[in-house]
């Protein structure tokens, strides 16, 4: 059984929407959620569940990481955060995964905090799972790092594609680097030197790719810095948000095209609930030595619940030891050879 | 009458869609077009249209910046290339515009070396019109400078406005910097460092906005990095494709699906084109000493078409002058007065 430490305090919709997810999560007899926060707050929540018990438990601590607290107090000032105490019941053997739909400034940073991150990893990735038609991108950094050195975006390339082999089971995944266009030397000074570093060092890399291709497959592992995978994440889902309520617009003087809307209202839902970034579920903190998984701040109880999944998954496989041995591995040798003729 | 100077070598469907264009845009009594290229590959487009001739003519050089080439081919190799001689024709007073549907980095290369830049400004920027439900955002860099200084986007901000002014027709633009959050410490070092120097100077600003704020009207003028910029513009482009394609998908198995389908196909038509930014139109390479407007590489006959029209709209207006004057004047007394208080 995997037991899962859920910041039952952290995103728009806390407590109801984790303790919701956590109902629902602990259905199935595999998982075990260990609430974190508030007792006061918790208690009434669940007893709007009265058949769901077992295995839910609560860890009281009256703190929260406030919207308006820089992650940095929770060093001191917030070290009782319910964010912070998750990632020591990790620690402590008490749980073996954190999910979080709080602050993921604050969840990154109260992991490395307690957990620390693996060897040869200056800073975790928020790694993203996109669906594509047939199989799943993994994209980072999705806003972990907003300022990063090409060798970190290495380091998020050698991580995301063990990610893509053992979670999305891809046997070999094609790595990108996400820029402006797809020539060599296109983009700007980090990706010119990344692109450089990925050619020498990474034998998945095949490349810069665009936007478009992050969504219609045209890498299996897509990585750039932390600001522009937010901002990119954040433009598709807005314009998923817009696009509907522009139709709706447009239909306004049509009675056919108001029928036709009301035909595929159903199927609007239907993508919305696939595509909406705040619905899928969570994202993996690569490169901490531990399972931490950020949700998005406005996350429904469903994504919650898709991020247990998630976490869940993650322990069973045995991904971070995993990742963890492969990263202390020598490079591949077609990488090691080619280092090794440009040093000489 | 406004005689613009048309690179007709420019572009994915070079050279039929800008001659396309130019026979349109001349229709107008008011327009003129030099279409600037082979005349060989020129003479045939244009005896597919034989009444339109007037206002219409052949700049004959066989000369074009190829896909491969690098934009500073312009300075000696290519001297002759359609899209320099474009500004060349400007210098020299036969044209007042340029509008091109070729590599907009060579596009501003050659705008910089014959027209070089308005005193104070230290690059252009692309500066694109983005549609929205009542208004329209002044979007820039879309991607002429993938690498940015702070006070670059200062620069940006201050003629950003002014075009809002001068051309939207926005009296009082609100001025926003793309970030990924709202708060001034959120963002990468850039925009930290740009935040701070645009609250000391820029009166119109209003703080960080959000890839949403951008569609939906959260600020008027949206300022950041050409690489961030055309990231976002292309990761739209992208969600804009996709949804349609993925609607398509779902109605599959659904008989009702597909009729709405059938019945909206209209208006997703219609959707796509005002939306598609390869069929909007041009965006001004604003900071440059004249109009210079350049067209998505896929660009079609009814957006450069577009794009001759926005350089007629600017020319009119006398907007180079008139920005070229405000940037003269010192900076209005709130922003004198916050500067004179934070050096004392």
Redesign the interface.
Known sequence: MTVIALDAMGGDFAPRAPVEAAVWATRSPECSVILVGDREALEPELARHPLAVSRLAIHHTPQTLDMGD?PSALVRRKAEASIRICFELVRAGEAQAVVSAGSSGGTMVAGKLVLGTLAGIDRPAIATLLPR?HDTTVFLDS?AN??CKPHYLLQFARMGALYARLVVGNAQPRVGL?S?GGEPGK???L?RLAHDLLRREEPAFIGNV???D???GGADVVVC?G??G???L??????????PR??R???AG?P??Q??????R??FR??AR??DPRAIGGSLLLGLNGVGIVCHGAATARAIENAIGLAGRCVELRLVERIAAELARPLMESAGGAAVKAGG
């Open positions: 820089p038609r806003g907003a300022d996400l402006n983009g700007n000074e990706t665009e936007p478009r992050v969504f219609r810095d600001f522009t937010n901002l990119v954040k433009t598709a889902e807005a314009a998923a948000v817009q696009t522009l139709l617009r447009f239909v049509s056919l095209g029928l036709g809307y009301w035909l595929l159903g199927i239907e993508l696939r595509t």
